[in-house]
């Protein structure tokens, strides 16, 4: 049996593990147990209930989180020179392509988001292998693929994320800082879960959001009661 850490045990005895809350009362509990010495990210964990080995019931997509993410987002815009001081004036870390794309090849990958216009998805399919393994491709579903390049920069270094729901049929999504007062953690976090209830598949039977949790970084996860969110 795992043995468990003197800190986590702390963190345990703050809170009832067999009950739930609300997504208020679970942030302030958070910020009570969380004990990195960093500022912990805030992760919520939404099971679902779909099969996503099905295409009709795959679940992504993208939400402006109203009070950012608090994380410092490394945006890379590949783009065509026309596009380049718009890509810049908006914020963007770099801009550029062929040499950009040559580097990705090489193994650079010290970005959260790339940033592309439909006219280079071309020149990117050879950076799938690279790429895909770290969420990093450009698509058009989360708005990385557009020509308002300046546009979509500016909506993820505000805070627009993207999810998709893994093969065990969870959405997994970074949402806040610990560091945020409990009134923002919980309206992030609202603001995800409303975006899934909008995007139930008409295909999916039964329950359709089966559990919500609320944790921190090595923190332990908190159960949501779904009877407080509205929409459920």
Request: proline fraction near 4%.
């Amino acid at each position: 049996m795992a043995r468990i850490s003197k800190k986590r045990k702390e963190a345990l005895s703050k809170f009832d593990a067999t009950q739930a809350y609300s997504l208020e009362e679970a942030a302030k509990i958070l910020k009570e147990i969380s004990y990195t010495k960093f500022d912990a990210s805030v992760d919520v964990d939404v099971r679902l209930g779909v099969d996503p080995r099905k295409a009709d019931q795959m679940v992504r997509g993208v939400v402006a989180l109203p009070h950012g993410t608090g994380k410092t987002v490394k945006v890379l815009v590949l783009c065509s020179p026309d596009k380049e001081e718009e890509a810049k004036a908006a914020g963007a870390d770099y801009v550029g392509l062929d040499d950009y794309i040559s580097k990705i090849e090489k193994g650079w990958t010290d970005i959260d988001v790339i940033i592309t216009m439909p006219t280079v998805m071309a020149k990117l399919g050879r950076l799938g292998k690279v790429l895909g393994p770290r969420g990093l491709m450009p698509n058009p579903k989360s708005g990385t693929v557009t020509l308002e390049v300046g546009k979509a920069v500016q909506e993820v270094k505000a805070g627009k994320i993207d999810f998709k729901v893994d093969k065990t049929g969870i959405i997994h999504a970074g949402v806040a800082k610990v560091s945020f007062d409990t009134k923002k953690i919980a309206e992030n976090a609202l603001e995800l879960v409303q975006t899934l209830i909008k995007l139930k598949p008409s295909s999916a039977k039964g329950t359709y959001v089966k559990s919500i949790s609320l944790s921190s970084t090595m923190s332990p996860g908190i159960q949501i009661d779904k009877s407080t969110i509205t929409g459920l």
